[in-house]
């Protein structure tokens, strides 16, 4: 059977060690970071490693800016930015501790990484510096964001959410409806809320609304079988929600 008559395909080149993020880009393009210290760009199309870049330790995250350009962060503390047309890579900023989130947010053309060294930082790759600095009240694990919406989820099952053009003040400040660590944090394209994702092998679906009657539509659900070695017999899991259509909630065990 061709790879066309089926419905998946291994790629060729794949990382050495585990993968920590997929993403889908233009032109069918995806990018991989990996804890071997690369991130990987395939042409899905043509099965094809188009490029690979280098870094110092394990990369946690990666982000497409454009067509030809993407961000990448990890275990040292670097955030570099890559230009596939040229093949070449260069450091645009720092944090003192792993980079565990990396985003492009189209709606203010700045990168946003979030680090264990508790701080959110927005960077203009075109300046030296971060261009804005937010304290945490600690470890960031994941971050969700739709237009000017953000989703920070940290240490200690805290929530926090801002409007990323005044980030002078978090939004609002919560905690996660769910008992173990928070994995993964995604935004409904509407804007309307967020799902979470914990070790537990649980989700949660939460609204941003605090009125309550949208506080009503809030639950959460469990996703792995009563069986296996984490948090009394449950497998960490992650979410992600396909964009076309929001009732479209898809999660993974790990």
């Not at 937010?134 to 953000?150: A, F, K, Q």
């Amino acid at each position: 059977m061709s790879r066309s008559e089926t419905q998946e395909y291994v790629l060729n080149s794949p990382p050495s060690d585990g993968i920590s993020n997929v993403t889908f880009g233009p032109n069918n393009f995806l990018l991989a970071s990996s804890w071997d210290s690369s991130t990987r760009l395939y042409d899905t199309v043509n099965n094809h490693l188009r490029a690979k870049f280098d870094h110092q330790d394990a990369v946690l995250d990666c982000s497409f800016i454009t067509a030809t350009t993407a961000l990448a962060g990890g275990l040292d503390g670097q955030l570099k930015m890559f230009d596939f047309n040229t093949h070449s890579d260069r450091v645009i900023g720092y944090h003192q501790d792993a980079i565990k989130c990396v985003e492009w947010n189209d709606a203010v053309n700045l990168a946003v990484t979030g680090s264990w060294d508790k701080l959110v930082k927005l960077w203009d790759p075109r300046a030296r510096d971060s261009v804005h600095t937010s304290e945490h009240p600690d470890r960031i694990y994941t971050m969700g964001m739709v237009d000017e919406v953000m989703v920070v989820g940290t240490a200690g099952r805290r929530v926090l959410i801002w409007d990323i053009r005044n980030m002078k003040f978090d939004a609002q400040h919560r905690e996660s409806a769910l008992k173990f660590m928070t994995r993964s944090i995604r935004c409904f394209p509407n804007k309307k809320g967020y799902v979470l994702s914990s070790c537990e092998g649980r989700v949660a679906v939460e609204y941003l609304d605090n009125s309550p009657e949208a506080q009503k539509k809030k639950y959460a659900f469990q996703v792995s079988p009563n069986k296996g070695r984490w948090y009394g017999n449950n497998l960490p899991c992650q979410c992600d929600i396909i964009p076309q259509r929001l009732q479209h909630l898809r999660y993974w065990r790990l």
